[in-house]
T-cell receptor, first 119, second 114 residues
Framework: SAVISQKPSRDICQRGTSLTIQCQVD?????MFWYRQQPGQSLTLIAT?????????ESGFVIDKFPISRPNLTFSTLTVSNMSPEDSSIYLC????????????????FGAGSRLTVL | GNSVTQMEGPVTLSEEAFLTINCTYT??????LFWYVQYPGEGLQLLLK???ADDKGSNKGFEATYRKETTSFHLEKGSVQVSDSAVYFC?????????????WGLGTSLAVNP
């Protein structure tokens, strides 16, 4: 079954700095999705990264704060810019993949996440 | 609007106990319903799904039945194992609209003790 790899898995960052999270999928996908998972809250979709076009951001998220790159069909990056402690969260990359586990095609599959702590 | 409500955790059980994690939803029409599981240190994985009323999703001994009349999709397992310790998320995907995306519950943490 297909795999999604993210790095870094965790990092501790200083206020005001920026960090780029990388996501690699082992098969070609049209759309990749970036989520945020804050403690005690449900998953929140940040944006959809489309290859060859600008990312589509959800309400409350803007490109200046969360710039996204999508240079090809297997890779994307999310940058968390000018970080503050409120940005401390787990950031998850995902894509619709065929899992081969009897659950059918187009299953939303996630990377292991990147846990960011901003001091 | 669309929403998902899960029972709050943490849930702590002994091995071989019966598990129920409640999930109810609000949605227009007939959404698809999902249970995802997140094991410690790993990403979310789809556990099971149901796409229409009265469907029963099942996987790894877990089951959930899509109940339109009670707008519920409760997760059950007859005999839990220590390896089932994880966080479980209920989610729905609306079946209409131009910008369909998954709506997530808050997650329920399960700890199974030997």
């Amino acid at each position: 079954s297909a795999v999604i790899s993210q790095k870094p898995s965790r990092d501790i960052c200083q206020r005001g700095t920026s960090l780029t999270i990388q996501c690699q999928v082992d098969s070609q996908v049209t759309m990749m999705f970036w989520y945020r998972q804050q403690p005690g809250q449900s998953l929140t979709l940040i944006a959809t990264a489309n290859q060859g076009s600008e990312a589509t951001y959800e309400s409350g998220f803007v490109i200046d704060k969360f710039p996204i790159s999508r240079p090809n069909l297997t890779f994307s990056t999310l940058t968390v810019s000018n970080m503050s402690p409120e940005d401390s969260s787990i950031y998850l990359c995902s894509a619709n993949l065929f899992t081969g586990q009897g659950l059918g095609a187009n299953v939303l599959t996630f990377g292991a996440g990147s846990r960011l702590t901003v001091l | 609007g669309n929403s998902v409500t899960q029972m709050e955790g943490p849930v702590t059980l002994s091995e071989e106990a019966f598990l129920t994690i409640n999930c109810t939803y609000t949605a227009t029409g007939y959404p698809s319903l999902f249970w995802y599981v997140q094991y410690p240190g790993e990403g979310l994985q789809l556990l099971l799904k149901a796409t229409k009323a009265d469907d029963k999703g099942s996987n790894k001994g877990f089951e959930a039945t899509y109940r339109k009349e009670t707008t519920s999709f409760h997760l059950e397992k007859g005999s839990v194992q220590v390896s089932d310790s994880a966080v479980y998320f209920c989610a729905l995907l609306p079946n209409a609209g131009n910008n369909r995306k998954l709506i997530w519950g808050l997650g329920t943490s399960l700890a199974v003790n030997p």
